[in-house]
Nanobody, 120 residues
Framework: QVQLVESGGGLVQAGGSLRLSCAASGRTFSNYDAGWFRQVPGKEREFVADISWSGFSSSYVDFAKGRFTISRDNAKDTVYLQMNSLKPEDTAVYYC?????????????WGQGTQVTVSS
């Protein structure tokens, strides 16, 4: 079992930056790939980025490329999402997720989310 707690969200002006953190509890977290998603009310949740268990491999959705960076510190059981050059359309609840089958698109464990609001 893995529990995830996101933090770092908040209100920021367009062009600003935020770093989201996702702290995990559970002995197996460092063995799992992990990802960040976001959701706007009334819309489907969308993928943002993922990272391999080792941290050596990552991938991004097009809107995140060049602006967002996913990273992890397995010694701290934490995954990060550094978001730069934020835009109002980045406003959403951001979730981290992980699990043993991320490689096939299955995320078993989810955090409660953290709100990011970007003002224009």
């Amino acid at each position: 079992q893995v529990q995830l707690v996101e933090s770092g969200g908040g209100l920021v002006q367009a062009g600003g930056s935020l770093r989201l953190s996702c702290a995990a509890s559970g002995r197996t977290f460092s063995n799992y790939d992990a990802g960040w998603f976001r959701q706007v009310p009334g819309k489907e949740r969308e993928f943002v980025a993922d990272i391999s268990w080792s941290g050596f491999s990552s991938s991004y959705v097009d809107f995140a490329k060049g602006r967002f960076t996913i990273s992890r510190d397995n010694a701290k059981d934490t995954v990060y999402l550094q978001m730069n050059s934020l835009k109002p359309e980045d406003t959403a609840v951001y979730y981290c997720a992980t699990g043993p089958h991320v490689f096939r698109g299955e995320y078993t464990y989810w955090g409660q989310g953290t709100q990011v609001t970007v003002s224009s």
